[in-house]
């Protein structure tokens, strides 16, 4: 239960053999590849730089043809569209996928579908706002080619107001008798008109057009009537259309034929380029190339075999981490235990050198959900869904791993039901006469104890994570921080306690409560003791000063001599100014103090676990209405039984509809119950916990390897399920 150990690799090869040895590398899937820590140039190959651009050139070939076909591939598995398919393939296989005669015809065929839909694509849209322009011009009883003016007549064209059409004509006739209108269709709420004017009179005809809110609107470049035109456009689509439908039919056709293996190649080239690339991290002298990285303890062996074959053309060394080193994370925890891997790993990896937090928060979360759930019928609804998801649905191993942890949390949620009498949320007295189970607590009708209960859980949790944190500052040999920041929180809290619970010891626990942690914080002793530019007359001096401050809060908490307290204003007032060694005590005492007002956050901390009880009261709220809504509906079906075979036929359909009430509504109390349920208990663990003790931010542990994300790969020894991304 801890970060698995790890070694660090150099390995000096051969420039010849280097191909070699990152082929083997590659099927081995152990070796962490890190950037040469020796700062050498890498290794320079012309032959490689020219399979990269053409790696390059066929990878963007397989992704135009992926997402050509990915368009019209149906997933024909079950809940396709909330699960992304997955492709299964050997390793073996999969190394031997390249880009072949047929996979360039396929290239073809698929661009040159593509180019057509979209030529085809481009001309409806042409010809459909050809239409639109050509629509209101239908009656228009004369070729598009032969409108247009004559050396006395200017013609006009465009649209007016439907509203104003009548006036506007009255003011042209107005204006002058030597105009025309021909009056066409509509185009929503506008007429097209054709004017004709003399030229004549020409500046008053457009002035009064230009005033009433005419639109000259220019017609296209077309030989025929405007109807004739409209048809011929109509026609055009219909032929792109087919042909478009023809097309698509063909493209559906080579989806379901080439899809998978365009993926895998896809992928297959994604790999290889990488093989390539990540020689970009060695390091290189005139003959050889440096290898360095990190390989987990546990998977030696397996490095060690793919090495094996090369032991004449390579120096293989494998040591432990130095204090300056940042291995990658790996973390090893037992069966149980893993699939919390995905809590941490949500914050983020413990360092090398840190804790793994898995096993400290697992039962807290465990529990925290158990308590948001708390029904005994919803965690078995979450044991058969999840497990459902996991064994019969093709889902990747991230998803698996969730579902381990929400089966897990459904196994918990049953008995802390059990505990709250909640079965579905049904009325406990009914429930106990079917099952003689009692329960410990009834979180409706005991709410304050409730409260209390998830009060005292958030007091250990974090107080449990204080703890840990002085523990963590132990291993690392750091005892006064162990001792002064972390023990000290917890002392001050236990005479806090000792204060709230025992009153006529109040006086004196808060007196030590707020004082001794004041000077352990401040490190006042080692201010004084352990600084090297302090004299010895400082030094004691300062540790006069200590065991007054240590007297004088005795003295104040149980009623002593107040010369104590007089004395330690005098040599402060006196040692302050002139001795080091009391002047840094008693400034490490205010930074304590400071430290001390800033663990009045605590009490935030711990109140914020009060939302545990404020989850599992509403999902059992709502459990319970939808119980009533059951009811009802089943109340209606009751007089039906006894009124004959066709009130029983009524009454049974309506006992159906409560059924399904009772079965949609838990089911959706569960779902809506199962987000907060899993996101309040980790901010938890995130907020609350972790904050005490816990810093994240490692880098995984990242094997160089086949690159697959949709291909599952199967081959014995080669990569664990799923693939591995490197």
Known sequence: MAVARMLKVSAVVYASAVDDVVEQLRHAGVLDIVQDPHELPAPESPEAESRLHELDARIAEAQFVVGMLGKHHTNEAPFATFISEK?????????????????????????????????????????????????????????????????????????????????IRQRLRDVTPLVSVEQLGATGTREAWVVLAHNSVLDDVRAALSTSGFAEVTLPALEGYPAEEVALAQEEIARIDGEREKLLARVKELAEKHYTRAVALLEALGSERDAIAVRSRFGATARTVLVSGWVAAKRRGALEAALAPFSDVLDLDLSDPTPDDSPPVELENPRLLKPFELLTDLYGRPHYHELDPTPLLAPFFTLFFAICIGDVGYGAMLIAGFWYIKNKLDVAPSVKQFCDLMMIGGAASMVTGVAFGSYFALDYATVRAVIPVPRLLDPLTQLQTFLIVTIVIGVVQVFFGVL????????????????????????????????????????????????????????????????????????????????????????????????????LLAVTVVGVPLSRGVRKAFVGTLGGAYAVYGMTSFLGDVLSYTRLAALGLSGSLVGMVFNILAGLVFDAAKPLFSAGVGGVAGGVVIAVLAAAVFVVGHTFNVVINLLGAFVHPARLQFVEFFSKFYEGGGRMYAPFGYRTKVLMLHAAGAQQEGGTQS
């Open 468 to 567: 840990v944190a002085a523990y963590d500052a132990a291993r690392r040999h750091d005892y006064s921080s162990a001792i002064n920041d972390q023990i000290s929180t917890v002392l001050l809290a236990a005479l806090i306690g000792v204060a709230a619970f025992v009153p006529s010891a109040s006086g004196w626990a808060i007196v030590l409560a707020i004082g001794i942690p004041m000077l352990m914080k401040g490190h006042a002793i080692e201010a004084a003791l352990t600084s090297d530019d302090l004299k010895a007359w400082e030094r004691a001096t300062g540790v006069v000063w200590v065991v007054l401050a240590v007297a004088w809060l005795v003295s104040l908490g149980f009623n002593g001599p107040s010369a104590i307290g007089w004395a």
């Open 87 to 167: 492709i299964h393939m050997s390793a073996e296989e999969f190394a031997a996928l390249r880009p072949d005669k047929e996979f360039a015809r396929l290239y073809r065929e698929c661009l040159d579908a593509s180019d057509r839909l979209a030529r085809g694509e481009r001309a409806r849209e042409r010809l459909t706002r050809l239409i639109d322009e050509l629509s209101p011009w239908r009656d228009l009883r004369i070729q598009l080619s032969r409108l247009r003016s004559t050396t006395t007549v200017t013609l006009i064209t465009g649209t007016v107001p439907a509203s104003s059409a009548e006036a």
